[in-house]
């Protein structure tokens, strides 16, 4: 059974910063391009909004043009983490995160953690 867990949100002032972790199992992780999504709340009930994603073999990544620049993806093999590294933090990033999987015809998610921006 595909597990994917994420931790690492919570409450952050403007300007700081939040380090993501997505915690996979249940499939061959090697194989799976991962990403990060995200839900603000005045976005319930739309599609997800792409924020960053990273390839099977970790060579290629690819951001959202909000974030590109101030956030950083990665993953660890012998973990089976993803990472997203979120640096100088705005209120406009109050949202959702949700980890996914992209594996041939399969899509997984997590529950997601909430990250709050603000003062």
């Known amino acids: 059974q595909v597990h994917l867990v994420e931790s690492g949100g919570g409450l952050v002032q403007p300007g700081g910063s939040l380090n993501l972790s997505c915690a996979a199992s249940?499939?061959?992780?090697?194989?799976?391009?991962m990403s990060w999504h995200r839900q603000g709340p005045e976005a319930l009930g739309t599609e997800r909004e792409f924020?960053?994603?990273?390839?099977?073999?970790?060579?290629?990544?690819a951001y959202s043009r909000s974030v590109r620049g101030r956030f950083t993806i990665s993953r660890d093999v012998t973990k089976k983490t993803v990472l997203l590294q979120m640096t100088d933090l705005q209120p406009e990033d109050t949202a959702v995160y949700y980890c996914?999987?992209?594996?041939?015809?399969?899509?997984?998610w997590g529950q997601g953690t909430q990250v709050t921006v603000s003062s």
């Open positions: 996914k999987a992209s594996g041939g015809s399969d899509v997984h």
């Open positions: 249940g499939f061959i992780f090697e194989e799976a391009a």
């Open positions: 924020v960053a994603r990273i390839s099977s073999s970790g060579l290629n990544t």
